[in-house]
T-cell receptor, first 112, second 113 residues
Framework: KAGVTQTPRYLIKTRGQQVTLSCSPI?????VSWYQQTPGQGLQFLFE???????NKGNFPGRFSGRQFSNSRSEMNVSTLELGDSALYLC???????????FGEGSRLTVL | QKEVEQNSGPLSVPEGAIASLNCTYS??????FFWYRQYSGKSPELIMS????GDKEDGRFTAQLNKASQYVSLLIRDSQPSDSATYLC?????????????FGTGTRLQVTL
């Protein structure tokens, strides 16, 4: 069974640009959640999607958004990038939306 | 006050010893608790979940939960060098969906030969 796949794995952007990250969950998993990981703040919840609906959102500004498609694949977008957005963005999936998450390898974003 | 607190370590234990990792949380209404392991440069992987007071054993790992004292711990018996990693405690605090976890900043474990 294939794991959670995230693309791209690495990317470099400049301030003011926007970025879109993609996540394909484990087959059969309908819940996809996104986390940001930084050395200073650790892992922080961004949002969760279940059956194409955002079920919950963390305490991030509106520049952070996401969506989920009918095949459960998810994307997150960050607009007007700031230096502080440099982080590892992790996508995780689970079958029924419990806390037993399966993480992808992450997308490492560097903002210059 | 941080919602989920862990000692950042490093916690150094000799090979074959028991490693004890601790975590406290602030929300008494928390329902479910998880331990994730993260190797350097890798993503977190779930090693234990626990939902009710007491102990839960899985191989060399034992998770312990005490809701009255608001702490959860992880014991690793017969520690191996391959157990050297950062261990993240995660709590679902009963708000939002069960996938919304609050993570501690992790305890770095070093198992020495």
């Amino acid at each position: 069974k294939a794991g959670v796949t995230q693309t791209p794995r690495y990317l470099i952007k400049t301030r003011g640009q926007q970025v879109t990250l993609s996540c394909s969950p484990i087959s059969g998993h309908r819940s996809v959640s996104w986390y940001q990981q930084t050395p200073g703040q650790g892992l922080q919840f961004l949002f969760e999607y279940f059956s194409e609906t955002q079920r919950n959102k963390g305490n991030f500004p509106g520049r952070f958004s996401g969506r989920q498609f009918s095949n459960s694949r998810s994307e997150m977008n960050v607009s007007t990038l700031e230096l502080g957005d440099s982080a590892l963005y992790l996508c995780a999936s689970t079958a029924e939306g419990n806390g037993e998450l399966f993480f992808g390898e992450g997308s490492r974003l560097t903002v210059l | 006050q941080k919602e989920v607190e862990q000692n950042s370590g490093p916690l150094s234990v000799p090979e074959g010893a028991i490693a004890s990792l601790n975590c406290t949380y602030s929300d008494r209404g928390s329902q479910s608790f998880f331990w994730y392991r993260q190797y350097s440069g890798k993503s977190p992987e779930l090693i234990m979940s626990i939902y009710s007071n007491g102990d839960k054993e899985d191989g060399r790992f034992t998770a312990q939960l005490n809701k009255a004292s608001q702490y959860v711990s992880l014991l690793i018996r017969d520690s191996q060098p391959s157990d050297s990693a950062t261990y993240l405690c995660a709590v679902n605090m009963g708000t939002g969906t069960a996938s919304k976890l609050t993570f501690g900043t992790g305890t770095r474990l070093q198992v020495t030969l």
